[in-house]
């Protein structure tokens, strides 16, 4: 792997250790991270801080005393460490102003909606209105929609369009504020 510590001198030298390092160790030093961390992007960051510190001693790597991925693991487990002891000497954090309650929305808004949404309802025929129930209000998807009606996947699917664009209609295309999915 490493042959000397004289690699490091240029930029060929230094891109052939980090690529060398990254290829043979990369991915356990990746796995045992994760594993430590239970954050792949934590795990990330800190198999990168790793793998600098061992091209900053490159001498470590070819003294002879032990292997190279123990030494990786050694490191990349004191940082790991090193990180959760610094965020548990930070005090926790409070909310700026905490006598003030947050501030509440009005649920009017909520309730003209939902009362246009049943009026609406109300003026399409019952099949169409029973597959819009399905879908939208009950959360079902097209096949669960299709099952608890008794009938096939497609006629949810040309009645679901045929609701929508008569509702669309019944508006004039106009926004009327609503929130959609």
Known sequence: MVRSAGQRQGPAG?????????????????????RLTEDRSL?????????LRAWRNPDVLVNGKG???????????NIVIDQSRARAARPTEVPEVPYKPPVARDHAENVVN?????????????????VLVQIYLKGRTIKEAAEALGVPVGTVKSRTFYALRTLRDGFGGRDIGMVTR
């Open 43 to 51: 795990a990330e960051d800190i198999v990168q801080e790793t793998i």
């Open 14 to 34: 230094n891109e052939a250790l980090i690529r060398s390092l990254f290829a043979e160790h990369g991915r356990a030093l990746l796995a045992y991270v994760t």
């Open 114 to 130: 939902q009362m246009v949404v049943m009026d609406a309802l109300e003026q399409l025929p019952p099949e169409h209105r029973d």
């Open 67 to 77: 292997s190279v991925r123990g030494w990786l693991l050694t490191v990349a487990r």
